[in-house]
Antibody, heavy 122, light 108 residues
Framework: QVQLQESGPGLVMPSETLSLTCTVAGYSISSGYFWGWIRQPPGRGLEWIGNFYHSGSNYYNPSLKSRVTISVDTSKNQFSLNLSSVTAADTALYYC???????????????WGQGTMVTVSS | EIVLTQSPGTLSLSPGERATLSCRASQSVSNIYLAWYQQKPGQAPRLLIYGASSRATGLPDRFSGSGSGTDFTLTISRLEPEDFAVYYCQQYGSSPITFGQGTRLEIK
C-alpha cells in the first residue's frame, strides 16, 4: 500500500524559500509513476504546483514556474518542493500526491499525503 | 488555462436524496480527462471518478460521473450521511492541471 507523508517547517519568513519533503512508503519512486505537489490556501480550492518523473522530467504550473523546483532523492525514496521568494499568498496546506496512471504527467491523483500547513509570516 | 466552474456553490439535501453536481469548463476537456474528488474536513482529497465516468477502486456505485466536452456531472444517487463533504472537479487534459472551486454538499 502506497503512503505519502509531507514534512517541513510550518512557518516561513516572507521572501525566503519554502522547502518541503515528501516521503514515499510502499513503492519505489524510481520504479515509475509521476508524482506531484498540490496546495490549498485556507478555506479555498486546490492549486496544482507541479509534477515530476524520477528520470528528471519536471512540469510546473506556469503561474509558479519561475519560483518552483521539484527534486528527487531516490536513495531516500523522497521528493522535495522548493518555492522561492514566498509571500503571504503562499500560505497554504501543501499536499504531495501520486498520479493515477503513471505514464504521463497530466493525470488525476489517486494517493495523497495528509498535507502539511505552511504559513508565510514574519 | 482551462477554468472549471462548479455549481451550485452549496447544495443542501437530505440523506436518501439524489445529488447532482455540475462542472463546466471554459474550453473542451481533451479525452474526457476530468476527475472528481471528495474532501472532508481535515482530510486530503479522495479520488472518486476519473476519465469523466470511471469509478476509483472501492467507490460505491451510488457515485457516477458523466459528461464530455465542457459539461460534466457527478451524481450521487442516494445520499448517505458520510457523503456530505466538499467536491472538486479537476481537468488533466491540458496543462496546467486545474481544479474547480468546489461544491459544498451539506445536510439539509
Amino acid at each position: 500500500q502506497v503512503q505519502l507523508q509531507e514534512s517541513g517547517p510550518g512557518l516561513v519568513m516572507p521572501s525566503e524559500t519554502l522547502s518541503l519533503t515528501c516521503t514515499v512508503a510502499g513503492y519505489s519512486i524510481s520504479s515509475g509513476y509521476f508524482w506531484g505537489w498540490i496546495r490549498q490556501p485556507p478555506g479555498r480550492g486546490l492549486e496544482w504546483i507541479g509534477n515530476f518523473y524520477h528520470s528528471g522530467s519536471n512540469y510546473y504550473n506556469p503561474s509558479l514556474k519561475s519560483r518552483v523546483t521539484i527534486s528527487v532523492d531516490t536513495s531516500k525514496n523522497q521528493f522535495s518542493l522548493n518555492l522561492s521568494s514566498v509571500t503571504a499568498a503562499d500560505t497554504a496546506l501543501y499536499y504531495c500526491a501520486k498520479v493515477l496512471d503513471g505514464s504521463y504527467y497530466l493525470d488525476a491523483f489517486d494517493i495523497w499525503g495528509q498535507g502539511t500547513m505552511v504559513t508565510v509570516s514574519s | 488555462e482551462i477554468v472549471l466552474t462548479q455549481s451550485p456553490g452549496t447544495l443542501s439535501l437530505s440523506p436518501g436524496e439524489r445529488a447532482t453536481l455540475s462542472c463546466r469548463a471554459s474550453q473542451s476537456v481533451s479525452n474526457i480527462y476530468l476527475a472528481w474528488y471528495q474532501q472532508k474536513p481535515g482530510q486530503a482529497p479522495r479520488l472518486l471518478i476519473y476519465g469523466a465516468s470511471s469509478r476509483a477502486t472501492g467507490l460505491p456505485d451510488r457515485f457516477s460521473g458523466s459528461g464530455s466536452g465542457t459539461d460534466f456531472t457527478l451524481t450521487i444517487s442516494r445520499l448517505e450521511p458520510e457523503d456530505f463533504a466538499v467536491y472538486y472537479c479537476q481537468q488533466y487534459g491540458s496543462s496546467p492541471i486545474t481544479f474547480g472551486q468546489g461544491t459544498r454538499l451539506e445536510i439539509k
